[in-house]
């Protein structure tokens, strides 16, 4: 899922993209209009002083007053024309047409007419074609100026309203940048208290942030006092059963003892006493790893030298060589105790049927690989596979591997991860790999 301000920033491109390209649209339209009609304005002010200067001849035939004329239409190409029809066959074309000639479509007087046509030079014209009546004489004037210089005028304001824009909307989004980082902080301090609190420096988060998330970290805190609250009489609940329970099983085997029973009457009657004691033992220390709320994070580098010390003290009298690969010092998402607990039980069954060495190896991918591996006898196909179903009873049988990796089992069916048995292709005895699935911290 996207971030909020990733989101926030997007959204506010998108809407400043679209005002502002209507804003730059608007503009160029509007200059656009308003140059042409300077153009045509100015095309009218010719053509007025075009007719006042156009009148007739001592032989009566209508011509222009030289000096009444703008010089622009006397330079060649000049961009600015004009042709006079008079009377459907007569014309009278400026200077600055040179040999190029206009078409001009007699019209009648008071009709006005106005088009854009090519004209000499590959120029763009703006034609303003009207009908004239003066002196007795009808005839149609054609104005015509380019359009190229005031084209290039308007590209130039483009490009400078462009950039204007494009500024004002980089400027935009940083401050609005700005300004959600600075907001956002407080959710960062969220965080952070979130995370102690999941490594188990803090009980509850006091940091409640912002009115608009302060209902969903009193909610968080809610449910934190609202686990705890039932961890603690779980615990509380248990104790008590451990209590209750020890007792009739002690007396029960002090019975046995007294029965007049044969040897082997009173040896299978004591395991199963002995089996009953193992699997409550089992249950309460399962309930009593689960912690007391949000527990420690696991870091292999610093914790398990730690284990490994405290298996050494345990087997001293062994001389077991027990040997790990290279630790990550990143704190993985996985409960301390809990870790402890699997990897306590894993080493503990390695050291029970290793000759000499015990290797212990965990990497850290997409998942959490953990591997444990001896180089004693192992253990026979059928016996990897009956040892991981559930309800299997093969510590009845093999002595030292069923309690423990019924409670590596069960930590691993917690986590949704996978147990797997088999030989060890380096020692040569078993092998125990758990991989358990870890999803990423967030950034």
């Known amino acids: 899922m996207k971030s909020l301000e990733r989101q926030f920033v997007v959204g506010l491109a998108v809407m400043l993209l679209a005002v502002f390209g209507l804003l730059f649209w608007g503009s160029v339209t509007a200059v656009r209009s308003i140059g042409e009609a300077y153009v045509l304005m100015r095309l009218e002010h010719d053509a007025e002083s075009l007719v006042a200067a156009l009148g007739p001849s001592p032989r009566g035939q209508m011509r222009l007053r030289e000096g009444r004329i703008t010089p622009i239409y006397q330079q060649p190409l000049s961009g600015h024309y004009f042709t006079f029809l008079i009377n459907g066959s007569t014309t009278l074309r400026s200077r600055s047409l040179w040999d190029e000639t206009l078409p001009v479509t007699p019209t009648e007087p008071g009709t006005v007419s106005v088009q854009e046509l090519p004209g000499p030079g590959g120029q763009r014209l703006m034609i303003r074609t009207a009908g004239y009546a003066k002196g007795g004489q009808r005839f149609t004037l054609l104005v015509a100026e380019d359009l190229a210089p005031i084209t290039r005028q308007i590209e130039r304001f483009q490009l400078g309203a462009l950039g204007l824009l494009t500024f004002a909307m980089l400027a935009v989004l940083l401050v609005q940048r700005f300004v959600l980082r600075r907001g956002f902080r407080g959710l960062d301090r969220i965080r952070a208290e979130m995370q102690r609190v999941s490594s188990g420096g803090m009980q509850q988060i006091e940091d409640l942030g912002p009115s608009e998330i302060r209902p969903l970290t009193s909610e968080v805190n809610r449910l934190l006092r609202q686990l705890q609250q039932r961890l603690q009489r779980s615990r509380q609940a248990l104790g008590n059963l451990a209590h209750a329970l020890k007792a009739p099983l002690s007396l029960l085997t002090q019975d046995v003892e007294s029965l007049p029973l044969t040897n082997g009457e009173r040896q299978r009657l004591s395991a199963r006493l002995e089996r009953i004691r193992q699997l409550v033992d089992r249950e309460l220390r399962r309930a009593r790893i689960a912690g007391e709320g949000p527990g420690r994070r696991f870091v292999p580098a610093a ?20 040997s790990t690969s290279a630790m990550t010092e990143a704190m993985l998402p996985l ?9 306590g039980n894993l080493l503990d069954n390695a050291c029970k049927w290793a000759d000499h060495k015990v290797h212990l190896e965990i990497t850290v991918d997409e998942t959490v690989t953990m591997t444990v591996a001896d180089d004693g006898p192992g253990l026979a196909r059928d016996a990897h596979d009956a040892l991981l179903q559930r309800g299997s009873r093969l510590d009845e049988q093999e002595r030292g591997h069923g309690l423990g990796l019924a409670i590596v089992r069960d930590l691993v069916d917690d986590y949704h991860g996978r147990l797997q048995l088999g030989l060890s292709a380096h020692l040569g005895g078993l092998e125990v790999r758990v991989v358990l699935p870890v999803e990423p911290e967030q950034p």
């Open 303 to 322: 914790h398990v030298p730690e284990l490994i010390e405290a298996v050494n003290q345990l087997y001293r009298g062994r001389s077991l060589e027990i």
């Open 335 to 343: 409960d301390y105790e809990d870790m402890l607990e699997l990897l």
